[in-house]
């Protein structure tokens, strides 16, 4: 029966580590590749410099500015799925009252210059301690890569802060807006 019981656990803990590796980013890139792939993340995540705007943001006198502000960010999970779409989530910084840390996750495509198109912020969770950021984003992110969406996750809001009633992605600027009420 102990034979039994270690085996099991031995087992448990060998299926777990292949869940975690196959979510890592460095599973898919190289070290430099990541390094590269979280700038150009963060020029559409990240705050962007006071003399930028949306189709400013990725001139060459900003790149020192995102290259700064990326190592606030960190990957979490990664996958690419078989029709090459880029899955993510990461922590990311945030400034409010609560804490000043919360999770996005989303999706792109990358060509082999590592230039991100079709890129899309699926959510951002509320901000939170980091625990419980790891744990309901990577909920979410499961839900994420079997589905395309989070749509089962927008109405929950201790997952889930936007895409709300108002908040929107706007997939051609890449950020959030508020939605227009005439």
Known sequence: ?????????????????????KYSITRYHSQETIDTLLVNMVTLIGVKP?????????LPEHRSYYVNHAKQFSFDRYYISPNGV????????????????RGVGGKFRMN?????????????????????IIAKGR????EM???????????KKDFIEWPDD?????????????DVVD
């Open 1 to 21: 029966m102990k034979k039994l019981i270690v085996l099991t656990g031995l087992l448990l803990l060998i299926i777990s580590c292949c869940s975690e590796g």
């Open 50 to 58: 006071i003399t930028a705007d949306w189709q400013t943001r990725h």
């Open 86 to 101: 880029h899955y993510f989530f990461m922590v990311r910084p945030a400034r409010h009252a609560r804490g000043n840390q």
């Open 112 to 132: 082999t210059n590592l230039e991100l198109y079709e890129f899309e912020e699926l959510f951002n969770t509320p901000v939170m301690p980091y625990d419980q």
């Open 139 to 142: 909920e979410i992110f499961v």
């Open 145 to 155: 890569i079997n589905t395309g969406n989070v749509d089962n996750y927008v109405r």
């Open 166 to 178: 108002r908040l929107k992605y706007d997939k051609q600027k890449n950020e959030w807006r508020y």
